[in-house]
């Protein structure tokens, strides 16, 4: 599975961005979808997950009631859309595929693909 995020940028806080990642090589829909980030000198953290069938969806709590996580198993791509962002929101976003798991809450070490990421800088 090849994933690609895009949609990063620079935008003041408060602002909005939507991130998308398209997945290329396999089945879509038999992939959990998540989101995570990592900014400078900090370890890779949870942000926003879906289900590969798509009926639940888990968030981190720092971005809870601020970002959407959604899937278009037609189009191949996740989406994270996120909302008034924060100074403390700018990182790195890389999404990530696991097959079938059993549950949600996978962790990332048990995630098998990951994209490279897309750049997201949010300007006090």
């Known amino acids: 599975v090849q994933l690609v995020e895009s949609g990063g940028g620079l935008v003041q806080t408060g602002g909005s961005l939507r991130l998308s990642c398209v997945a290329s090589?396999?089945?879509?829909?038999?992939?959990?979808m998540g989101w995570f980030r990592q900014a400078p000198g900090k370890e890779r953290e949870f942000v926003a997950a879906?289900?590969?069938?798509?009926?639940?969806?888990s968030y981190a709590d720092s971005v809870k009631g601020r970002f959407t996580i959604s899937r278009d198993n037609a189009k191949n791509t996740v989406y994270l859309q996120m909302n008034s962002l924060k100074p403390e929101d700018t990182a790195r976003y890389y999404c990530?595929?696991?097959?079938?798991?059993?549950?949600?809450?996978?962790?990332?070490?048990?995630?098998?693909?990951w994209g490279q990421g897309t750049q997201v800088t949010v300007s006090s």
């Open positions: 990530a595929s696991r097959f079938r798991p059993y549950t949600i809450a996978v962790p990332a070490t048990q995630y098998d693909y």
């Open positions: 090589g396999r089945t879509f829909s038999d992939y959990t």
């Open positions: 879906v289900s590969w069938g798509g009926g639940s969806t």
